[in-house]
């Protein structure tokens, strides 16, 4: 019985050793791992905001890590508004600020009255990306959207000309979640419907904003309406109510008020 005993007794002592070594082996990889993680994932998304720009084309060929940093640097210029002034501000840093850090404190931000894109909170500030030509002139505005879809909250950059009304691009870059179904929401990523972006107009002559994702054909084919994606109705409706939350009040209507009064120079 004794021997027994004792050979219990040494399999759990092997056994919670080896647990405690391979927990410690994965906490070191994971934080000798998170620098290069974090440096991947703004190379990421530097990576889109060019492609919003116009400045690459992801489909062409693959972009090196000195290419996308140059290209960013050269063009790119990160900068945080107020978003209940639509001032820039100076003081914080674009390229440092964690506009998602930010939502998740409740000192730095504040909860929408009309959450029609369920982002539950808002941060006080945002980046917006200001792309500029070889002279330096603002060619591009980049704004940061993000709505829920279908499984998850899909994120997309805005990209406008600077009448801060025509519509360069609309690219989603990513999914927090589950993501949305390949081949239906995922189809926001598709080129052909990025396509259908390109000229439309935000808001009408009155002001009031007009841009719509419809199925609707008569309505697609004006100059405020978007094909909706097919056998994607709720993805579809989750662009137009991030569109619809960020354009509006509690979003960039400040911002572009500014802007289009000529505050971007």
């Known amino acids: 019985m004794a021997s027994n005993k004792d050979s219990f007794g040494r399999t759990l002592f092997i056994v919670v050793g080896l647990c405690l070594i ?11 791992l998170k620098p290069t993680q974090a440096e991947n994932k703004l190379l990421d998304k530097q990576k889109y905001i060019l492609q919003a720009a ?6 062409a060929a693959p972009l090196s890590k000195s ?14 508004i107020d978003l209940k002034s639509g001032e820039f ?35 006080n500030h945002a980046v ?4 500029h030509d070889d002279q330096g002139a ?23 000309d600077p009448d801060m009304n025509t519509i360069q691009n609309l690219i989603y870059y990513d999914f927090t979640g589950s993501g949305e179904t390949p081949g239906l929401g995922g189809e926001v990523q598709n080129p052909k419907w990025i396509a ?16 719509t994702v419809t199925k609707n054909p008569a309505v697609a084919s004006t100059q ?15 662009v137009q109510h991030s569109l619809t939350f960020w354009l509006g009040e509690e979003g960039f209507a400040s911002f572009i008020e500014k802007a289009r009064n000529g505050g971007l120079s």
């Open 22 to 32: 391979c927990s410690i082996f994965v906490s070191g990889a994971a934080v000798m």
């Open 54 to 59: 116009n400045l690459v084309n992801l489909k």
């Open 67 to 80: 290419q996308i940093q140059d290209t960013y640097g050269k063009y790119i210029q990160a900068k945080v």
């Open 89 to 123: 501000v100076d003081s914080i840093d674009g390229n440092t600020f964690d506009q998602e850090k930010a939502a998740r404190d409740l000192k730095s931000s504040f909860v929408p009255e009309n959450d029609i894109a369920s982002v539950r909170r808002v941060a």
């Open 128 to 131: 917006v990306y200001l792309v």
């Open 138 to 160: 603002v060619k591009t505005v980049i704004l940061p959207i993000k709505g829920y879809g279908l499984w998850s909250t899909m994120f997309a950059f805005l990209a406008l």
């Open 196 to 211: 259908k972006w390109e000229g439309k107009k935000l808001f009408d002559e009155q002001g009031n904003l007009a841009i």
């Open 224 to 238: 405020y309406g978007v094909d909706a994606l097919s056998g994607a109705t709720l993805t579809s409706k989750g």
